[in-house]
C-alpha cells in the first residue's frame, strides 16, 4: 500500500466538481461526486434521533439501491429540522441531479451541512446541480475543489488516497471529509465521501465500511456533540479490473486496511483541525481485557473538557485522565495504571501504578507544547487496545460558538 | 414547610467550625461538623472507579456503623490517586477528630476536595482538627465557617436550611455544599453535608438520600466530568423528639420534600456557580412516556458545549437544543416537538411541532440575557418529567481550568 495524491478523484472513473452556487456568502458550498458507472454504495450514518432529510434519505438509498452513481452536497444549511418541506426539498436536490447526469434518481446520495431549521434555497441548489455536471472533471485539483467546497468552519480541505494490489490489479481509495465546525449557529458537522475503484459485493463493501468506523470516525471527538448529518459515504465502482470480493480472503483484509489508511488519516485531520483546536490529540489505552473497555476509556478521555482545557495550558494534569478513565463506565483498577505523555520532544512516564511518578513538570510542559501530543494509558489487565483522537478546547471554541453574531 | 437562615448548625444538636489550618495558602481549609448525640449516617458517593481514600473510608461508614457523630472536611488536597499512604493519612485524620472529640473512629466521616495525586500534610491536618474541636459552636455563624471552609474556586458558600412539623414536633433540615471548581491543577469537587434533627431508621434516611439525589445533585453539571471525590452526607440525630420514623408513612413524605428543598436549592446555587458560569441554566423535559427518558434528555441539554457556549452567548440556538435532545439514547418524535425559553423577561415559544416558530431574535436574546434562564422541551408523548441545572459555557471556563498557573 502506498499514499497517493488526491482525494474523490484518485479511483479510476470518478469525477467531481466544487463551486460556488450562492447558498453561502462568499466561499464554494456546493459539491458533485460521480462514478462514470454504476458503483456500490455503503453508508454509516448520525445515531442522533434527529436527523437531517438527507440522512434519511441516504440511508433508504444504501438499503434499497443495488448502484448509486452520484454524490450531491451542500454546505450553508444543514437540511435538519424542516419537516415535509425539507424532504421535498432534499428530493428535488437529488431528482435535479439525477437529470442533470441522465441517471436514476435512486442512484443519488444527497448530503447537507450548515445551519439547522433553514430550508434548502431550492432554485440555487438546481442551478447548482447545473454548473456541477457542466463543470465535473477526472483530475485531482476537482477533487480538491469538491473538497473545499464541503467545508464550514474547517480551516484547511481534508482529503487522502491510498494505491494497494488486489489480485495483480492496482486499486485506488480516495477520499474527503469536512470536520466539526460551525460558522453559522446550529451545527451540522461531519461529512465524509470515499471512493474506490475495486470490485466488491455490496454486502461486504457495508460491512468492511460499518467496521472501520468503529475505529476510526467514531473514535474521534471534538465536543461530544453528536451532529444530525453525519454521514460517511463509500462508493466501489469496480474500475480496477479485479475479480469481484465476495468473501473475506486477503483481497478483502487488503481492502480493509487500505480504507482504514484513509479513514484514519481523514479523522485524524479533521480532530486537529476541530474548532479553536491548537492541537492534535491522540489516546491510547492498552492492557485493556477488552477492546470495548479500551475504546470506551479512551473516548472519555479525549472528551473530557477538563483534559482538553489541561492539554490548551500545556499542563501535565494527569489527575484529570485518571478521573476521565474512572467515570468511562468500566471497570478497571486505578491503582496499577500507568500513564505517559509523548510528543516529537520526547516521552514522560507521569503515573506508576496509580501514582505520580517523580516527573519534571517543565519536560511534561514542554512535551505537551507540541503541535501533536500523545497520551498512552496502560491498564495492565490484558492485551486489547484502542486509539482516539481529540482536539485541545481553548478560547476560540468558545468565541467560534458563542460569539458568531458578533 | 419554611425556609429559614442557616446551613449545617440549624437542626438542634450540631456544632460546626470552618478554619485555616495551612494546607491552602490563605484561604479556610479544613471544617467540622459535629452533632452532640449520635446520629443516623447515611451518604451517596461518586460512581467514579477512581475513589479518593475518604470516599472508600465513608462507603464502609455508611454499611457499617449504626452511628455517626462527626464529619470533617479539608479543602486544598483530594487524597485521590494517593495509594495505601493516602489510605493511611485519611485514617489519621479520622482518628485525630474522634479523639479531639472523644468519640469513635467509626463515628467520624471524612471529606477531602483539591489536588489529586497529592499527600495530605498529616501533621497540619492533625492540628487543624484540633482547632475545630475547640472552635466549633452551635450557631448559624458557625455552619457559615464550614460551608466557606469547604470552597475552592466557589465564588460564594452554599447552604439551606428548612423547617416543617413531623407528629407536631419540628424538625429542622440544614445543608451545605461546595461545587464544581478547581483552582488547583486537578479536580475534587462536590462536597455536600445536610443535618437534621428528626428521628428516622438508618434505611429510610439511606432510602430518602437516595432517592432525593437523583432528582437534585445528580441532575446538576459543570462540565460533564464526574469527580473522584463527591460525596452527599446526611446526618440525622433525632433530636427534634417526633416519633422515630420507621415507615414510609405522612411523616417520611414531609421529610422527603423537605429534603428537597434544601437539596435543590444547593444543588441549583452549584449550578449556577460552576466555573466562568455567568447564568444558571434551567431545562425541563416535560411529555415524557417515562422519567428515565426526561431525565436523559434534560441532562444531555444541560451539558452540552453547544448549547452551553450559545446560552453563554444570547444565542436562541435552538436546532443545539434539538440536536442534543437527539443523541440523548431516548427514543421520541422530534417532529411533534415544542421547545420555549423563559426568564423574567419573558417567555417564548421557539419551536412547535419540531420546526422554528416565527420568533423575534430580539426577544429570545433579551431572555436569553437574564441571569437565570430556563428551557423546556414538551415531547408530547406522555406526562413524566423531570428538571436538570447547569450553567453557561464562558471564556472564563477555559481560562480557569488551562491558566491556572499564570
Keep these: 500500500m502506498k499514499k497517493i495524491e488526491g482525494g474523490v478523484t484518485a479511483a479510476k472513473g470518478y469525477k467531481a466538481a466544487g463551486i460556488y452556487a450562492g447558498i453561502k456568502k462568499k466561499r464554494k458550498d456546493m459539491a458533485l461526486v460521480y462514478s462514470t458507472v454504476p458503483a456500490k454504495g455503503a453508508g454509516t450514518f448520525t445515531t442522533n434521533v434527529v436527523k437531517a432529510a438527507p440522512v434519511k434519505w441516504d440511508m433508504k438509498i444504501t438499503k434499497k439501491s443495488p448502484y448509486v452513481q452520484a454524490v450531491v452536497l451542500n454546505s450553508g444549511v444543514a437540511n435538519a429540522c424542516t419537516g415535509e418541506e425539507g424532504e421535498t426539498n432534499n428530493l428535488l436536490m437529488a431528482q435535479a441531479t439525477a437529470d442533470a447526469l441522465d441517471i436514476s434518481v435512486d442512484a443519488v446520495y444527497t448530503a447537507s451541512t450548515g445551519v439547522i431549521g433553514k430550508q434548502l434555497p431550492i432554485d440555487i441548489i438546481k442551478e447548482g446541480v447545473k454548473l456541477l455536471a457542466e463543470d465535473m472533471k477526472e483530475d485531482i485539483d476537482h477533487g480538491t475543489l469538491a473538497a473545499e467546497a464541503i467545508m464550514t468552519t474547517d480551516t484547511y480541505s481534508k482529503e487522502c488516497a491510498v494505491r494497494f494490489m488486489v489480485g495483480g490489479k492496482e486499486v485506488i481509495i ?3 471529509a469536512k470536520g466539526s465546525g460551525m460558522i453559522h449557529p446550529n451545527m451540522a458537522t461531519m461529512l465524509g465521501v470515499v471512493t474506490t475503484d475495486l470490485a466488491i459485493s455490496k454486502e461486504l463493501l457495508q460491512e468492511a ?44 483484509k487488503a481492502f480493509c486496511e487500505a480504507l482504514n489508511y484513509v479513514t484514519t488519516d481523514l479523522s485524524k485531520k479533521m480532530a486537529a483541525d476541530g474548532e479553536g483546536a491548537t492541537k492534535l490529540l491522540e489516546v491510547q489505552v492498552i492492557g485493556a481485557k477488552i477492546k470495548d473497555d479500551a475504546i470506551l476509556i479512551s473516548k472519555s478521555i479525549i472528551t473530557s473538557n477538563l483534559v482538553k482545557t489541561a492539554v490548551f495550558g500545556n499542563d501535565a494534569n494527569w489527575g484529570r485522565i485518571l478521573c476521565a478513565m474512572g467515570y468511562a463506565g468500566v471497570d478497571f483498577d486505578p491503582d496499577i495504571v500507568d500513564l505517559y505523555i509523548e510528543s516529537i520532544d520526547g516521552k514522560l512516564k507521569l503515573v506508576e501504578n ?53
Tied chains: 1, 2.
Design 174 to 176: 480516495g477520499g474527503m
Design 209 to 252: 465500511l460499518s467496521e472501520d468506523v468503529k475505529h476510526t470516525f467514531n473514535m474521534i471527538s471534538v465536543d461530544r456533540d453528536t451532529s444530525t448529518n453525519d454521514s460517511l459515504l463509500l462508493l466501489a465502482n469496480g474500475l480496477a479490473g479485479n475479480d469481484e470480493i465476495k468473501e473475506k480472503n486477503e483481497d478483502y
Design 354 to 406: 496509580g501514582m505520580a511518578t517523580n516527573y519534571s513538570e517543565e519536560t511534561a510542559t514542554r512535551i505537551l507544547s507540541a503541535k501533536e501530543v500523545k497520551a498512552c494509558a496502560d491498564l495492565k489487565m490484558g492485551t486489547e487496545s484502542a486509539t482516539a483522537w481529540g482536539c485541545d478546547f481553548s478560547y476560540d471554541y468558545v468565541k467560534i460558538n458563542a460569539d458568531y453574531r458578533s
